[in-house]
């Protein structure tokens, strides 16, 4: 049986720091994990549009790669012919790959679900996608946001600068009012 020495004066901030930098790399490997899928869930939509537009491929193939992929992946979850077609959903609304790596990757599957469902216009999306990432908005703040069409009232605060400040200086204090 070992005795309990007792700790070292500065064995609480060890702990402590230990712990803060385990919570942070557990949270930079969820990030990248996530960005990871967000992008795979990009490729696979690119790829079945591509197969549409080249091919001519109709639902019926969708739901034939989804039961392939269940088969030879039967661990993972979301290759079901609804998720192939959000994926291929999610392509389209997000064509080019750098806005996806640079924003949407950001974002969970749900939150870019969210954005597809209920925004039609891309400048929209991309909008809502991007506060979202800003200030780490939870799917529920993000679909209250977009019911509430924050965009229409984002910076639109009634004020006087125009009428009370130089120009250079009313707008710079209308951006500083946004922020």
Do not use: C
């Amino acid at each position: 049986m070992t005795e309990s020495l007792p700790a070292p004066q500065t064995y609480p901030a060890l702990l402590a720091t230990l712990k803060a930098r385990i919570r942070d790399a557990r949270l930079r490997a969820a990030i990248s994990v996530n960005r990871e899928l967000i992008l795979l869930y990009w490729e696979i939509g690119h790829d079945i549009l591509l197969r549409q537009a080249v091919e001519g491929w109709g639902t019926s193939v969708i739901d034939r790669l989804a039961r392939d992929l269940r088969r030879d992946f039967p661990d993972m979850t979301g290759l079901s012919p609804r998720n192939l077609k959000y994926r291929r959903a999610f392509a389209e609304a997000w064509p080019g790959p750098a806005i996806v790596q640079q924003l949407v990757a950001q974002l969970p599957w749900g939150h870019n679900i969210r954005l597809l469902e209920t925004l039609k216009q891309p400048e929209e999306r991309a909008w809502y996608a991007s506060q979202a990432v800003e200030h780490g908005w939870s799917r529920a703040v993000l679909a209250h946001q977009i019911e509430g069409r924050l965009i229409d009232r984002a910076g639109k605060a009634p004020t006087n600068f125009a009428q009370t400040l130089p120009s250079p200086q009313s707008d710079l204090a209308r951006e500083l009012l946004k922020d």
